[in-house]
């Protein structure tokens, strides 16, 4: 049974801090990412790595940046967080170069910047 | 550039009426598309993918790559379907991510 899991269910931090959300997975994927999902706005993709130490920007990085020192964890980290921030943050993992293979999400967490 | 598009936020719909989320894609190659699905406090999981081609709790979806639409349908709708669900399109080339579209309420009322 594939697991990714997220550090936290629920956060709240103030404007300016350092924020840091980590990922695990326990299925050996090659592919990690991180996508913001907001009411109206869908998914959103920010960074996604297809491998140790590599990462690709998505959609919408600016703001953010990630960390993927072993294959099993993905890290995204707010260098000073901003109420527009506010979100709930998914983690996803998949195996890499297999054709309609399924991405697998972590519960989310959801961030509060106050 | 590739983009999904769901042209409807919430459908409304009351058990036992036909169902049908209509997803339409842009992209020049050829796509690999999914349909997920995110159920009230659960986490987003895959309902069904194109290739496939298999009806997953009574959905379907038929890739018209003429209307570059992947709509999903359902026959008979059951209160436990509502929830929220996303198309989504990944070109099909090693080291990409998936897009998703913005997602559809649907909402099944007795």
């Known amino acids: 049974d594939v697991k990714v899991t997220q550090s936290s269910r629920y956060l709240v931090k103030r404007t300016g801090e350092k924020v840091f959300l980590e990922c695990v997975q326990d299925m050996d994927h090659e592919n990690m990412f991180w996508y913001r999902q907001d009411p109206g706005l869908g998914l959103r993709l920010i960074y996604f790595s297809y491998d140790v130490k590599m990462k690709e920007k998505g959609d919408i990085p600016e703001g953010y940046s990630v960390s993927r020192e072993k294959k099993e964890r993905f890290s995204l980290i707010l260098e000073s967080a901003s109420t527009n921030q506010t979100s709930m943050y998914l983690c996803?993992?998949?195996?890499?170069?297999?054709?309609?293979?399924?991405?697998?999400f972590g519960p989310g967490t959801r961030l509060t910047v106050t | 550039a590739q983009r999904v598009t769901q042209p409807e936020k919430l459908l409304s719909v009351f058990k036992g009426a036909p169902v049908e989320l209509k997803c339409n894609y842009s992209y020049s190659g050829s796509p690999e598309l999914f349909w997920y699905v995110q159920y009230s406090r659960q986490r987003l999981q895959l309902l069904l993918r194109?290739?496939s081609r298999e009806s997953i709790k009574g959905f379907t979806a038929d890739l018209n790559k003429g209307e570059t639409s992947f709509h999903l349908k359902k026959p008979f709708a059951q209160e436990e379907d509502s929830a929220m669900y996303y198309c989504a399109l990944r070109a099909n080339q090693a080291g990409t991510a998936l897009i998703f579209g913005k997602g559809t309420t649907l909402s099944v009322s007795s």
């Open positions: 996803a993992s998949s195996y890499r170069d297999r054709a309609f293979d399924e991405q697998y």
């Open positions: 194109h290739i």
